[in-house]
C-alpha cells in the first residue's frame, strides 16, 4: 500500500480538481489592466521559477559525487509538488480572507475558485490576479528546496515530500499571510518585507536548523565538493532570477522595481568580494565557494530592503551580511548540529541581518530617521517567527517521521551509494539508451 499511496493521493487531488475547477473568469468593471506591467510580471515569474533548478545546481556541486543527484531532485521535484498544492489549497491559506491576521480561509480562494484574469486592487490593481497567483507560487515552491541543504545526503525521498507539503501549508502560508496580505498581522504592525526575507529565508533557515538538530549527524561528512562548476552555475541561475524575486515584487514596471534591481546586484556583488577579501584577511585561501556562497547571502540579505533602502545603503547591508555569516558558519562548525551545506548560518543568518537592517536604514521609518516603531516591530516578529518555525518545524519532523521514517537506512548508505538505491531507475534508463 505504501508504494501505492503517493499516486492515490495524488489521483484524488485532480479529481478534486477537475469536479471543483472553474473557466477563467473577467470580473466587471474591474480595474484595467496595464500591458507594461503585465509583461514584466510574466518575464519575472519566470525569472522566478528559474531559481529553483539554480538552487538544484547550487546545492547538487557542493555534496558528495554520489548524492548529486537524490539532492538535485529534491529541489526539482518542489516545482511540481508545490505548484499542485498551491493551486488546490495552499494560495487560499496564504491570500484568502483573513482569519485573525494569522491564516487565510481555505476556500475562498480553494482550486483558484475566484482567481480571475482581471485585477484584484486589494493585491495587483494593475495585473491580472491569476498573475499575481502564479508570482507567489514561484516563492512557495523555493522555500521548502532551501530546506533540503540542511538534511543533504541523510533523509528519504518519500519523507521529504511528506514534509515539504507539511512545511508549505502549515509553515510558509501562515508566515505569507502575515507578512503579505492586507490584514495580515506583520503587514498592519508595519514589518516591512519586499520580497520574502522573513517568509522565505528566515522560515527555511530555521527549519533547516531543526531538521540538522532532529535528523543528527552524518557518519561520513563531505570531503570535497563534488563540482565545483555546478556551483557557479547554480550562483549565476540564481543570481539572474534573483531580479525577478526582488524586482517583481514591486509588481509592476515602476521606480520601485528599478531600485529592487540595482540594490540586489550591487549587495550581492559587495558581499562576493566581501566574503573573499575577509577570508584571505583571515589566512584563507579566497576560492570560488566562498565567492558562490558570499553572493548568495547578500541576496539573501538585501531581499527584505529590497525597495525601501538607497543604493549606498544596500552596499552596507552586503557588507555586513558578508561578515556576519561568514563568522556564523565558522561558529556553526564548532557545534554539533551537522547542516550539511550551512544552509542556517547563509540563508537564516542572512535573513536575521537583512530583516534587523531594514528595520534600521527603512525609507522614512527606519532606526536612522528617529524611528523606532518599525525596528521594535521587527525584533517582536524576529522573536515569533524563530520561535513559530524552529518549533513548528521540529514537530513536523517528528509528525513526518512517525508517519514515513526519515533517515535513509544505513544499507542503503552503505550497498553501493545513495543515488544507486534511491534512483537506480534513472541510471537503468541510461545505460538503456
Known sequence: MGRKLNFIVLAILVVISLWFGSEYEVVENAPSIDTGDTAWMIVASAFVLLMTPGLAFFYGGMVSKKSVISTMLQSF????????????VGFSLAFGDSFYGVIGNPLTYF???????????DFSATIPFLLFALFQLKFAIITPALITGSFAERIRFRSYILFMVLFSLIIYCPLAHMTWHPDG?????GVLDFAGGTVVHMSAGFATLAGAMYLGKRKRKIEKPANIPFVILGTGLLWFGWFGFNSGSALGANTDAVIAFANTNLASATSMISWIFLDRMRNRKMSSLGACIGAIVGLVAITPAAGFVTLSQSIFIGFIAAIVSNYA???????????????FPSHGVGGI????LTG???????????ETTTFLYHLLTLVLVT??????SLLLYKITDILLPLRVREDQKTRSTEDLTLHSMAKTLILRS
Open 77 to 88: 521535484v518542489a516545482l511540481g509538488v508545490i505548484s499542485v498544492l498551491w493551486v488546490i
Open 111 to 121: 482550486n483558484f475558485n475566484g482567481v480571475t484574469v482581471s485585477p484584484n486592487p
Open 185 to 189: 498581522l506583520f503587514r498592519n504592525w
Open 329 to 343: 558558519i565558522q561558529l556553526h562548525k564548532k557545534t554539533e548540529i551537522d547542516d550539511t551545506l550551512d544552509v
Open 353 to 356: 541581518v537583512g530583516m534587523l
Open 360 to 370: 534600521v536604514l527603512a525609507n522614512g521609518v527606519g532606526l536612522i530617521h528617529g
Open 387 to 392: 520561535v513559530f518555525t524552529f518549533g513548528g
